[in-house]
DNA sequence: TCAAATATTGCAAGAGTTGAAAAAATAACT
DNA sequence: AGTTATTTTTTCAACTCTTGCAATATTTGA
């Protein structure tokens, strides 16, 4: 069962029964009751009730019968009903706004992109915008017939902690220590009806890659994801399910150190990660920092793929330095957190054979003493999309976790 | 509730229930009925119910009366009765094997400490030695009236992986990978009546300077421990709980590179943790390189201690210079696992104001940039019995969450 | 001695799961 | 075409657990 403080009783023995065989039947498509009972461990008569339930409350259809192939009764088959829920998700960028509405598959039903301009150091203007977005949004669920809002996830840079979703520190907007961006945002929008929550952006992109992996294959319990793009991220997954860690900052590979007397960064210490794969170190070892500093650092990662497709041998061998580091980092989160694989996210997958060579290098001794390292390096599957996707993941994990939380028909 | 996979019924709500309720008898000392409803939520009634399973059980007795100043019926006072409950714990280090069998309130009842010769590559004969030593020790528990023998637990060097507690590598001891001594242990041990396990040393440590800790004050969700003795070693715990990962190696602190081309390590990488502070290096560093190979490293590191009581400048900057890459590990581990207490033990406890000054060194620039860091440095309060502590707490964290575990009378 | 106050326990009601029996629905056989 | 075997699903009584309310127990203060 969920493991909440406080004491149990029948209504939470139902919780989690509800949520075993709505887990199943998302996870293993149509399947009959006679399976989930076989898969679940519960009792048909037991199935037959909580099926019964998922199908009152929206979540679960039936959805024809089919043969078992010999004689006897057809299976009646189930189905999730992913309509049903709807979700709101909300990345913020340094510039822009980026919106998706979308049910339990992910299928959006509104999609929108705002510029926004938020002054450094006051977080309500862009409070405002935000409310404004997931209220458009929320309009746009409520245009589909049916459909129940479970929740809205504001993603962005930056530790948020505690139940209270505060933000500890959010650099780029200059922003206080400890802002409470949920409740800025909550109270623009007094009749949205649902949960609104804060999370950070580099975990919501490592758990839509947990899920993207787990689809094909089954995932170790502990998985880590470092990610680079406009900076240096990363997420932990324990169980399935973003470990923020007391700090908020779990996961978060940017700014751990490799290299105890190198140059000095940006967040105070010396040797960070981020230092070595960043995007504008990056492209300064590969000879681009001119052309960072006059077209902007994307036109100069856009340059450096076309140098490494073109098998540039400066750009190759600053990604095959980059890899010497990527993989002392690798070393330090598998021996930390005990992550048995670790995904690639941002340009790190699509560069990865670029990076191997050097991640190979400083992996090599290791490997040849533990012959098991017992950690595969895997790149991500998604694009740029991971964070959205991830964010209507976290409010997905809450349904399926709690279908009482979602009404009657 | 706890959280197994399967279904659940009224039976985990029991148990969750009463778990609820001992582990208050067992935090806050004599307490009535009427104050556990009040601080679990529970009802008076439900209270009274499962109070009086735990007092057949034999986990709770009641223990007089206190007049609750006011008139009104006087609180009938439950209290724990930990000499209900008995655990076996092993340490097995190269050389000995130290045993303890304890109550749950860590009161020794037996105590052995046995040399034992365990030949390089074979676990056979140090696992009948521990089989022998657990014999004894179980017995030493059957002579105590009314003690139920809940588990036995294997304290030892290496990383301990899956539900199996399979040992992926003790290189110590040259045992092959995956070796299953907790099955070589059963074997000898075929009516010993109790759950057998295997963890690892360091992971019981940290568990052990964890409770220690609490028991002063609230801990966040996320800590870590790094301890430096005869190796170094550490253990992450959330939530309370012992975070093995999947590799079985989360916490290991030792062998995460903090610099890039530093010195190879014995672990096939370079530039490890272990270089900079585990004993050999640091007493070389402080120029005990001869007296360790002379007399050994135990004397060599209390020679180190002798000068560092004297100021000995040596000693002191080899103290320091420790402290700067510990500074770097801290930093790594706090960044990835999102810990916001970490916890030294071992010699760094004793010598912690001796590192502070180089750990100031490294994390002097994040302090000015982010000035709540977000995490403490506490050196540990319990000595070498950390580790036969830990393993004895791990049992009795089982028997908490599960009282059910324990029969009747 | 009696009333007030507080702690604990009994008891019926409500909700959940379970196991066995009954009902439903189809294929195979005669 | 009718019947039987087989498989799936539902119904029903039994049991356990928590809950809320009423009853009981026990002490203090007047």
Redesign the pocket.
């Known amino acids: 069962m969920t493991t909440p403080a406080g004491?149990?009783?029948?209504?939470a023995?139902?919780r989690?029964?509800?949520a075993l065989v709505l887990r199943y039947v998302a996870a293993h498509g149509p399947c009959?009751?006679?399976?989930i009972?076989g898969a679940t461990?519960?009792?048909?008569?037991?199935?037959?009730?909580?099926?019964?339930e998922l199908i009152e409350r929206g979540l679960v259809r039936e959805v024809g019968?089919a043969?078992?192939g010999?004689?006897?009764?057809?299976?009646?088959?189930?189905q999730l009903v992913p309509e049903r829920v709807m979700a709101i998700a909300v990345q913020v960028t340094l510039e822009r706004l980026e919106v998706t509405a979308a049910d339990l598959d992910g299928t959006a039903v509104h999609r929108a992109s705002a510029v926004h301009r938020a002054p450094f150091g006051d977080p309500e203007p862009l409070a405002a915008a935000i409310a404004r977005e997931i209220k458009l949004a929320a309009d746009a669920v409520r245009e589909v017939d049916g459909a129940y809002l479970s929740g809205a996830v504001i993603a962005m840079a930056g530790p948020v902690t505690g139940p209270g979703h505060t933000i500890a520190a959010a650099i780029d907007f200059g922003w206080p220590a400890q802002t409470d961006l949920r409740g800025l945002v909550a109270a623009h929008l007094p009749d949205l009806g649902c949960p609104l929550d804060v999370v950070n952006d580099a975990n919501c992109a490592a758990l839509a890659e947990y899920h993207a992996h787990g689809a094909a294959r089954e995932l170790p319990d502990t998985v880590a994801y470092i990610k680079a793009d406009t900076g240096v991220g990363g997420g932990l997954l324990i169980g399935g399910r973003i470990h923020t860690g007391s700090t908020g900052l779990a996961g978060e590979a940017g700014h751990i150190p490799i290299d105890l007397d190198g140059p000095p960064c940006a967040c105070g210490a010396r040797g960070c990660l981020a230092l070595a794969i960043g995007p504008e170190p990056l492209t300064a070892a590969a000879g681009l920092a001119d052309l960072a500093a006059r077209d902007g650092i994307d036109a100069a990662l856009a340059e450096l793929d076309r140098r490494l497709a073109l098998g540039d041998p400066h750009a190759v061998a600053a990604l095959a330095d980059a890899g010497r580091s990527l993989g002392a980092a690798i070393l330090a989160i598998s021996g930390l957190t005990g992550a048995a694989e670790i995904i690639l996210g941002g340009y790190l997958a699509g560069w990865c054979d670029r990076l191997t060579p050097g991640i190979d290098t400083t992996l090599a001794g290791r490997r040849a003493v533990a012959p098991h390292l017992g950690f595969a390096i895997t790149p991500g599957l998604l694009g740029p999309a991971a964070t959205l996707t991830g964010a209507l993941l976290t409010t997905r994990e809450a349904t399926l976790a709690d279908p009482t939380s979602v009404p009657p028909v």
Chains 1, 2 share one sequence.
């Open positions: 004491p149990a009783d029948t209504a023995v139902r989690h029964n509800l009959a009751r006679t399976e009972a461990g519960l009792v048909h008569a037991s199935v037959t009730g909580l099926a019964t019968s043969a078992t010999g004689r006897g009764r057809p299976r009646r088959l189930l």
